[in-house]
């Protein structure tokens, strides 16, 4: 397919008023080839149309092209969108200028019927995926059954004039349970009259559509416009609205004449470039892709000769490279010297002489290092980790990960020596040495290896003495001299280190207790709170337990107080 660009006369818009003013010179054109049209006009147009559309290959864009084999007139139509005059309608100002049959929350967790003024869906509901729009405000809503305005706001318009009304959707709700319920449904009004069809929204969640209807105001001065829920399932219509607009529709046109006429090529012209060469220059033409082309050489407008162009526009080398080191390791191929995780971009050349790139996407993985503090006791192992020590020193195991790079495991073992103690002991026949897991009850020399907490094991040696349980005579004065040089107190005399326990009281005549001590060896003084004591008898009881029996024995008697 040949094609040559030709460009339409310059239109000149106001935009304010949307007065146009085209300079009347048609652009007549020699061919019986494809030709590519195009609109040079500012400002760029919002919408274009071509008719008619037979022999084009996109009756919509500003630039397409023609396939024809007859003269042919073609009419554009290059359409503006004056201001918009929904006040707010992109929500930057937050929740004024509309009006809605939801009701406003600040929660994070809001019941159906509810809307937000945020810059993410994911803050009205935790449930809803968290979806933006260009960083700015918008209104997310929990829609709910019975609930049919969604957002309605009036504005000022001119008689007899077409607008545009639009506004962009996007869905919310990512829950797999509501895959047809959560679709937006919603039907376009101005002034209580729907415009078109109903609108469903079909796409993924957070994906943002702009939907538009055309208007014409008629007779009208004001526009009510409404935004109405028809999807009124009580889990449905999670929906996020943005950009709500109502533009007057300014239209400018022009004409191009293509006459058909016969062609002699007398050449062939063969152009190859690269891609960051585009747009070629070729004379008076200029050619943004590769094609086939008739070029005319013209002598006071008149066609002298026609050339046949072959542009061949060699595509630039993009290669992407994904590869994996482990840490501490450096990517060194392809011209890379990279260490880190990321994207690096190498510019070359190729073998054409366009520009190459290479595309580094690499991916470090983590090693494991791992240092264990460990201690055993002499003639102790550690075997754990791959380990079989016994000697105090630095180890080390390299293993590989799960992600396919070295692990490394570093054992610190220190080893405990063992202690030797030597313990010289007795007891008394009848009696047994329990100390130190020993039980022994005859004289000898005994050997046992005993743990005390965490540490190491004690060698203890026990050099055990066995002694005959001597008798225990316990006797008591019957008289007490506190002012004398002897029976100063009174008490109970014996080897005291033969008793186990004791419990000594004095009683007056009258019964009460003067005196009491489980103390060994605490005697009486003769005395009461600290007061003489009256001469004359007293009563006294002793029960006491030796170190070498297991019961108690008790004695009592009377003492005579002399001072």
């Known amino acids: 397919m040949t094609i040559k660009s030709y460009g339409l006369n310059n239109i000149f818009v106001n935009i304010d008023s949307c007065a146009v003013n085209i300079i009347p010179n048609d652009t007549t054109i020699y061919s019986n080839n494809p030709v590519q049209i195009q609109l040079n006009i500012t400002p760029e147009a919002d919408s274009v149309k071509w008719t008619p559309s037979i022999g084009l290959n996109n009756n919509a864009i500003s630039n397409p092209i023609a396939t024809i084999n007859n003269s042919t007139q073609y009419i554009v139509e290059a359409y503006y969108y004056d201001t918009n005059l929904v006040y707010n309608g992109d929500f930057e100002l937050g929740n004024v200028g509309f009006t809605t049959d939801l009701l406003l929350t600040s929660q994070s967790s809001s019941p159906y019927g509810t809307y937000i003024i945020a810059n993410d869906a994911h803050t009205l509901y935790w449930g809803f995926t968290s979806c933006t729009h260009n960083g700015g405000l918008f209104m997310s809503a929990d829609g709910a059954p019975n609930l049919l305005t969604t957002y309605e706001s009036q504005v000022n318009v001119e008689p007899n004039t077409d607008y545009i009304f639009s506004v962009e959707f996007a869905n919310i709700n990512e829950s797999p349970y509501f895959v047809d319920s959560w679709r937006s449904i919603f039907q376009l009004k101005i002034n209580g009259v729907s415009l078109g069809s109903q609108i469903i929204n079909t796409s993924d969640f957070c994906i943002w559509n702009r939907y538009y209807r055309i208007w014409n105001s008629g007779n009208n001065t004001t526009a009510t416009v409404n935004i109405t829920n028809l999807n009124i399932s009580p889990d449905g219509n999670d929906f996020a609205l943005d950009n709500v607009s109502l ?51 013209s002598i006071n407008n008149i066609i002298d000769s026609t050339y046949l162009i072959h542009l061949y526009v060699l595509e630039p080398y993009i290669n992407t490279i994904n590869a994996t080191i482990c840490e501490g390791e450096t990517y060194a191929e392809n011209g890379f010297n990279q260490n880190t995780t990321g994207l690096y971009t190498q510019e070359l050349q190729s073998i054409n002489g366009c520009d190459s790139t290479i595309i580094l996407d690499l991916e470090v993985k983590q090693a494991y290092n791992t240092t264990i503090n460990a201690s055993i006791c002499e003639g102790d192992t550690y075997n754990q980790n791959g380990f079989n020590e016994n000697t105090t020193g630095s180890y080390t195991n390299t293993y590989n990960s799960y992600n396919g790079c070295d692990s490394t495991i570093t054992l ?8 030797d103690t030597v313990i010289y002991d007795t007891i008394y026949s009848g ?54 040089v002897v029976n100063t107190e009174f008490g109970y005399y014996t080897e005291l280190q033969y008793l186990e326990s004791v419990k000594f009281e004095v009683y007056n005549r009258w019964g009460n207790r003067i005196f009491e001590s489980v103390k060994i060896g605490e005697y009486w003084d003769g005395t009461y709170k600290g007061k003489e004591c009256q001469r004359g008898l007293y009563a006294w009881k002793l029960k006491y337990k030796t170190i070498f029996e297991d019961k108690y024995y008790e004695k009592s008697g009377n003492v005579h107080l002399i001072w």
């Open 247 to 297: 533009r007057k529709i300014c239209k400018a046109t022009d004409t191009i004449n293509i006459i058909f006429a016969p062609q002699t090529i007398i050449d062939t012209i063969d152009i190859t470039i690269c891609e960051n060469d585009l747009p070629y220059n070729y004379n008076d033409s200029t050619f943004t892709q590769s094609g086939t082309y008739f070029y005319n050489f």
């Open 412 to 419: 610190q073992l220190q080893v405990n020596n063992t202690r």
């Open 431 to 484: 009696t047994a040495y329990t100390n130190f897991g020993f039980y022994r009850t005859e004289e000898g020399t005994y050997f046992n290896t005993y743990q005390i907490g965490q540490g190491c094991p004690m060698n203890i040696t026990l050099y055990l003495t066995v002694k005959e349980v001597p008798q225990v005579n316990v006797w008591l004065p019957n008289t007490i001299t506190p002012y004398d």
